[in-house]
Nanobody, 123 residues
Framework: QVQLVESGGGLVQAGGSLRLSCVASGRGFAVGWFRQAPGKERRFVAAISWSNGVTSYVESVKGRFTISRDNAKNTVYLQMNSLKPEDTAVYYC???????????????????WGQGTQVPVSS
């Protein structure tokens, strides 16, 4: 079983930045970040593969968010710049144990989830 712990959320003004962290209890798997806005479904934000660090982003965050990982620390980061009120959500990281380390867009392909961290963005 993999445990994931997110941190780094908090209230930020529009245009500001935050860096979220996701510390995993294991290694060797892809990690994705998802977000769930109030009253909406959980949706894909970004993901990174295990071996070669290939990254994927939803169109709305490209150029503003960067996902990265430090495999020595079993940690995945989500650097969020130029935040907008529409980025307000609870952000979750998730581990995908299948797919030989490759990332996926569909939340159903992830096996373990963190508890989430709140990111309210004020206008």
């Amino acid at each position: 079983q993999v445990q994931l712990v997110e941190s780094g959320g908090g209230l930020v003004q529009a245009g500001g930045s935050l860096r979220l962290s996701c510390v995993a209890s294991g290694r060797g798997f892809a990690v994705g970040w998802f977000r769930q806005a109030p009253g909406k479904e959980r949706r894909f934000v970004a993901a990174i593969s295990w071996s070669n660090g290939v990254t994927s982003y939803v169109e709305s965050v490209k150029g503003r968010f960067t996902i990265s990982r430090d495999n020595a620390k079993n940690t995945v980061y989500l650097q969020m710049n130029s935040l907008k009120p529409e980025d307000t959500a609870v952000y979750y990281c998730a581990a995908r144990l299948t797919g030989r380390g490759s990332a996926a867009f569909n939340l159903d392909e992830y096996d373990y989830w963190g508890q989430g961290t709140q990111v309210p963005v004020s206008s």
